[in-house]
């Protein structure tokens, strides 16, 4: 009868070992999170250069304006397109820039005369 007592208490010591192991597992693992903070910087300025060039008047027409404003805001390793999509999807090309394949792309509809239009802001790194 001993000699069953002495067994049960490896297996329990075993058991909570394989138990303690499980758990340590567990907690050690910290997923890694996306930590692009330059593709977040990114949006966060598109959106914004966006929306704060069209509050200011900018003539979306004038190639000169809207490069202008934008050169002067945007770093100089971030490239840059922009488009108006008419209603008819008739694309109308501004500012014709090769961007890179892995770009953000910004837009928002905007009223232009008795048109209705999509301006697309699209941006990328050129590094």
């Not at 910087?41 to 966006?50: A, S, T, V």
């Not at 820039?97 to 999509?118: C, M, R």
């Amino acid at each position: 009868m001993g000699h069953k007592k002495g067994f049960i208490h490896v297996i329990e010591i075993v058991v909570i070992s394989v138990l303690i192991l499980f758990a340590f597992a567990q907690f050690s693992y910290v997923p890694s999170m996306d930590t692009d903070w330059t593709k977040t910087k990114l949006n966060l300025q598109g959106n914004d250069l966006l929306f704060s060039l069209d509050r200011s008047g900018i003539d979306w027409f004038d190639e000169e304006s809207v490069d202008n404003a934008l050169s002067e805001t945007l770093a100089q390793n971030v490239i840059y397109r922009v488009m108006l999509i008419d209603q008819n999807s008739n694309i109308i090309p501004i500012i014709d820039n090769p961007v890179p394949a892995d770009a953000l792309t910004f837009s928002f509809y905007k009223i232009i005369g008795e048109q209705i239009y999509e301006v697309i802001l699209i941006m990328g790194y050129t590094f």
